[in-house]
């Protein structure tokens, strides 16, 4: 499974960091990808990390204001926001897809409310 | 950008057949993957690779392929099938993009 950190309230302009938390599976066989959903509106696809090398690909609407990272060791892949809009409040989610398989995303976080407001 | 245009809403009684269909200029070359969303709850794969069904998805649900498009079909629709459902894509460059999704109602 994995573990999504908790909903978090940020001011424009802030950053915000979530977590996605992997146990389970052996962490380096899958990458991690990350999508969000706007209140109301449909999945949106932010990128993705491969656990196991660190690449990373990003959606060109987010290149340049989203970092993805992760920590072997904790099993733990990271998706950070920078400069904060309103119109980032949505629910995030990161969700694994092998490395070797297209086999889709079969496990996905619960997801973590991020609001934006001042 | 890459773009995946599906149907906007089906409406469909109790055992009757629905189809979604999702159309991107990649699909001949790129597997598609449907997901199920129902309200406040994370997605669910229901089809991947085009055609091929996850273990515990009833059968129900079936996926096909022609040239640019691709369909979901739900064979005997019953009311708990009601949700929105993704297709999702990916270009060749490893971008991928979900398509704005399709409303499922069982009347």
């Known amino acids: 499974q994995v573990v999504q950190s908790g909903a978090e309230v940020k001011k424009p302009g802030a950053s915000v960091n979530v977590s996605c938390r992997a146990s389970g599976y052996v962490f380096t066989d899958y990458y991690m990808h990350w999508v969000r959903q706007a209140p109301g509106e449909g999945l949106e696809w932010m990128g993705w990390?491969?656990?196991?090398?660190?690449?990373?690909k990003y959606a060109q609407t987010f290149q340049g204001r989203v970092t993805l990272t992760r920590d072997k060791s904790k099993r733990t892949a990271y998706m950070e926001i920078m400069t904060l809009r309103p119109d980032d409040t949505a629910v995030y989610y990161c969700?694994?897809?092998?490395?070797?398989?297209?086999?889709?995303?079969?496990?996905w976080g619960q997801g973590t409310l991020v609001t934006v407001s001042s | 950008s890459y773009e995946l245009t599906q149907s906007p809403s089906v409406s469909v009684s109790p055992g009757q057949t629905a189809r979604i269909t999702c159309s991107g200029h990649a699909l001949p070359t790129q597997y598609a993957y449907w997901y199920q969303q129902k309200s406040g709850q994370a997605p669910l794969m229901v089809i991947y690779k085009d055609t091929k069904r996850p273990s515990g998805i009833p059968a129900r649900f079936s996926g096909s392929s022609s040239g640019t498009t691709v369909t979901l079909t739900i064979t005997g629709v019953q009311a708990e099938d009601e949700a929105d459902y993704y297709c999702q894509s990916a270009d060749t460059s490893g971008v991928y993009v979900f398509g704005l999704g399709t409303k499922v109602t069982v009347l």
């Open positions: 969700a694994r897809k092998s490395l070797s398989e297209s086999n889709g995303y079969d496990i």
């Open positions: 990390i491969n656990s196991k090398t660190g690449d990373t």
